[in-house]
């Protein structure tokens, strides 16, 4: 076998690394970060690769960190944002993005390294990337790095020194970042997408799928690092006026992790940050838009309902929100009252009844009328299950008890009559009194008494009511097994809203529930389901508004060639060619091709 021949390369990473010697290897890897960022060397790509790949599977190692790692990938940053010629020089168009990642990597859990990251001068390197001077890949490490910094107490001040523009910036990303991300790459043809973004989203070896998947995973990640940045200003309490502003708090609720992106509350977490502190929650309380949303949670499954439930106690357990608040929130969380636990959280119904019924007796004797007559009603109804029908149920015998039990069950089958033989209204009607009869500790009865009419609202048209029902079915059958009938019937009622995103996680959720159950988890997902699932897919779609608002920029477009007398077929190819993939042609519409064919 031949030997390798000797390197000739002076302080070569690689061969440092192999140095046997600790001491001399430290000296040497020293001697390295040092020079790199001076040095014109196309292996620097494969050393920063290499280094990208040891921040990721070793964060607490604390050699690189203590030997100058920071202060090179500092300065590498900068040489690139500084010298356009360098930067185009090979591959050195890779070296910011790794640079950045690497810090991000280090900075995540460690406040030690976070602190020697700020000394060596990372935080002006990464504003640039922040500002835009690359791309929007860039910013995405950028701001995930930046993230981490702030969350850790002793280097959060290096980064309030730009606080103005690092919420500015935040604000603008997290709101825009979609359409960029969309208009940038994701939208175009795969030709002119640019390589190195296709590269470091695949690691060279991805197809077309594999870059638009991971697109879409790395724009989810960008906006979501954009809202924790803002997220570590909003728990200290720092410009929250900036932060609160109208349009950004209503364009907030649409932010979620989606389903490539779901450990991360995005958009409600921020919120309930914003509920901790007084002048977040009356920025919150005042917008309708923004409350509505956070009702809409609260009443689905969502994995963070619960931070949906715990914006809405904290906007009610404030005096200066309360009344503003209830009338929009009580019909919702009036349903949510037999709710015995949501992950950690135990007697979540208890809570949320006490909260809103801490002053009903000013509204009952008529010393406060509250704007909503909804929400008095809805008041009314919780005063009468939490307590009326409790007393009620306690003054009754076993006998009357085994009564009650059989009257439900009749009017149950009467109900079900009514139903088959299409006499919905009056079927609705029946469910309802047996609602009301029916004691409170028949909670399977119930469950099905509250689904059962549930289908009936859906049947006349009333989502909102079925909604309301579902609810309650799906609160008295728990998060663990939760009621299956009633998750799909939910999923239906949010469709007939609009509400995509409430209707997919609920269908979801329906067909999690049949897979789990022992008599349906070795049946195919029904057909209705699996349709639904494919609808509110394309509606909940990452960059599903960005490519309607670049569809209508393209319309205008077309609209003023016409108006000016310009327009001409040529034109619209030319379009289409220059990154325009959505715009349909005679060749890509079926059924125009048809209709020309027979012309």
Not at 416 to 428: D, L, P, R
Request: proline residues 3%.
């Amino acid at each position: 076998m031949h030997s390798e021949p000797p390197c000739s390369k002076l302080n070569c990473f690689f061969c440092t690394m192999n140095e046997p010697e600790h001491s001399v290897r430290r000296a040497k890897l020293s001697q390295c970060f040092k020079e790199m960022p001076l040095r014109d060397d196309q292996e620097h790509v494969l050393v920063l690769s290499g280094l990208w790949n040891i921040s990721m599977t070793q964060p607490d190692d604390p050699e690189f960190p203590a030997l100058g790692i920071f202060e090179c990938m500092a300065k590498l940053i900068h040489r690139g944002i500084i010298d356009q010629n360098w930067l185009l020089r090979g591959q050195n168009i890779y070296i910011p993005y790794y640079a950045a990642h690497i810090i991000g990597s280090y900075t995540m859990d460690n406040p030690q390294f976070a602190e020697k990251a700020v000394k060596s001068g990372v935080v002006l390197p990464l504003m640039e990337l922040l500002r835009g001077k690359m791309s929007w890949v860039e910013q995405r490490v950028a701001v995930r790095a930046l993230g981490h910094l702030a969350s850790h107490e002793k280097t959060f001040e290096a980064v309030v020194v730009h606080v103005v523009e690092v919420i500015s910036l935040a604000m603008e990303i997290a709101s825009n970042c979609l359409e960029v991300v969309y208009k940038e790459f994701v939208g175009i043809k795969a030709r002119k997408r640019p390589k190195y973004h296709c590269d470091l989203l695949t690691r060279g070896v991805g197809e077309l799928e594999l870059q638009s998947r991971k697109a879409e995973e790395w724009a989810s990640q960008l906006q979501c690092w954009s809202l924790y940045l803002l997220n570590c200003f909003a728990s200290k309490e720092r410009c929250l006026n900036l932060i609160c502003n109208t349009e950004f708090l209503n364009n907030l609720c649409g932010m979620w992790g989606g389903l490539v992106n779901l450990t991360s509350p995005a958009g409600i977490g921020l919120l309930r940050t914003l509920c901790s502190s007084k002048t977040g929650r009356e920025n919150v309380a005042n917008s309708r838009q923004v409350m509505e949303s956070i009702c809409n949670v609260s009443r689905s499954s969502d994995d963070w309902q619960n931070m949906a439930i715990d914006c809405l106690l904290l906007l009610l357990k404030d005096p200066e929100t309360r009344y503003g608040v209830i009338d929009i929130a009580a019909s919702s969380l009036v349903d949510l009252v037999e709710l015995r636990s949501l992950g950690e959280s135990k007697m979540v119904g208890e809570t949320i009844s006490q909260t809103l019924l801490q002053d009903y007796y000013k509204i009952k004797f008529g010393f406060l009328k509250l704007k909503s007559q909804e929400a008095e009603k809805a008041l009314e109804e919780l005063w009468e299950l939490r307590v009326e029908n409790i007393k009620r149920d306690k003054l009754m015998s076993e006998q009357d008890m085994k009564e009650r039990q059989v009257l439900v069950g009749k009017l149950k089958k009467q109900g079900n009559q009514k139903f088959w033989t299409g006499k919905i209204e009056k079927a609705c009607k029946i469910y309802s009194k047996a609602l009301e009869l029916c004691p409170l500790n028949f909670r399977k009865e119930r469950i099905v008494l509250y689904s059962n009419r549930a289908q009936c609202y859906l049947l006349l048209k009333n989502p909102a009511a079925a909604i309301r029902d579902t609810t309650r079915a799906l609160c008295l059958s728990g998060t663990v097994s939760p009621h299956s009938k009633s998750l799909w019937r939910r999923s239906q009622a949010y469709d007939m809203k609009g509400l995509a995103k409430e209707s997919l996680m609920d269908c979801l959720m329906f067909i999690n529930s049949r897979i789990k159950s022992e008599h349906t988890k070795r049946v195919r997902i029904p057909y209705y389901a699996a349709r639904m699932i494919n609808k509110q897919m394309n509606a909940t779609w990452l960059f599903a508004n960005a490519k309607s608002k670049l569809c209508i920029k393209k319309e205008k477009t077309v609209d003023e060639y016409e108006s000016k007398g310009e327009y001409q077929l040529q034109e619209m190819m030319d379009a289409k060619n220059m990154g325009f993939p959505d715009m349909p042609t005679i060749a890509e519409d079926a059924k125009a091709e048809k209709r020309w064919k027979k012309r």
